[in-house]
C-alpha cells in the first residue's frame, strides 16, 4: 500500500462533498447562534458518538481486543460524554438520555446510522464492517468538525473542537491504515456514506426551520 496518499484523495470524499460545504456551514451558523437549538444539536452529536463507541465494543465481543482499538471506543465514549457535557452548559439544564423533545433529529440521526451499518456489513461483511464503517465515519466526523470548528471560531461561543478533531484524525489514519489499499471499496462505501448524510442533514435542516417557526 503507498504510504503517500491521504484518506482524502483515496477516498474522494472531499471533493464529492464540496456541494455540501456552504449549506452545511449556513447550518451551523444558524444552530451555534440559538442557544437551545445548539445544545439539541451536540445532544444529538453525543448520541452518534455514544452509538459509534457502542458499535466498536459489541462488534469486538469474540475478538482479540487490541490497545487500538481500545483506545478508539474509549475515545468515542468520551466525545459523547463531551458533547453531552457542553449540550447541558449551553443549553443551560439537564439533557438526561436521547429523547425527542433533547435531541435534534434523533430518529433520523439513528436511521442515519443504522443505514450506514447494515449496508456496509452487507458489503463487507460483518467481519469486515468495524474498519469499514469507522473509516467512513471518521472521514465524515474530521469533514463536519472542521467545518463545525471553523463556525466556533468566527462566533465567539466558548467551545473549542481541536482536542476532539485531532482524536478523530488519528482515528481516520489508523482506520485508514486497515484498509489494504482498497480504495474503490472506499470510494464506493465513501459515496454510498454521502448519500445517506445528505438525507440526514436534509431532514436536520427542516426540523431547525420548524422548531423556529415555532417560536
Ligand atoms: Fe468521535
Ligand atoms: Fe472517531
Known amino acids: ?15 464529492e462533498n464540496k456541494p455540501y460545504e456552504a449549506p452545511v456551514r449556513a447550518f451551523l451558523e444558524a444552530v ?3 442557544p437551545l437549538a445548539h445544545a439539541r444539536f451536540m445532544n444529538m452529536l453525543s448520541m452518534l458518538e455514544h452509538m459509534g463507541s457502542r458499535k466498536i465494543m459489541l462488534s469486538q465481543m469474540n475478538r482479540t481486543l487490541t490497545e487500538e482499538t481500545l483506545s478508539h471506543l474509549s475515545e468515542e465514549a468520551r466525545h459523547a460524554y463531551f458533547f453531552k457535557r457542553h449540550a447541558e452548559r449551553i443549553g443551560g439544564e439537564k439533557m438526561d438520555g436521547f429523547t425527542d423533545e433533547n435531541t435534534m433529529c434523533r430518529v433520523s440521526a439513528m436511521m442515519y446510522f443504522g443505514r450506514l451499518d447494515a449496508g456496509i456489513s452487507k458489503e463487507v461483511g460483518d467481519d469486515a464492517a468495524y474498519q469499514w464503517v469507522s473509516l467512513v465515519i471518521e472521514l465524515r466526523a474530521c469533514w463536519l468538525y472542521e467545518i463545525y470548528q471553523d463556525v466556533l471560531e468566527k462566533s465567539g461561543v466558548a467551545l473549542s473542537l481541536s482536542a476532539l478533531l485531532a482524536e478523530e484524525d488519528q482515528h481516520l489514519a489508523d482506520m485508514f491504515a486497515h484498509c489494504g489499499g482498497r480504495y474503490d471499496v472506499l ?3 465513501s459515496s454510498y456514506e454521502t448519500g445517506l448524510f445528505v438525507k440526514f442533514w436534509h431532514h436536520l435542516d427542516i426540523s431547525r426551520s420548524l422548531l423556529q417557526a415555532a417560536e
Open 187 to 189: 470510494k464506493r462505501l
Open 32 to 34: 451555534v447562534s440559538d
Open 1 to 15: 500500500m503507498s504510504a503517500s496518499i491521504s484518506p482524502w484523495t483515496a477516498s474522494g470524499m472531499r471533493d
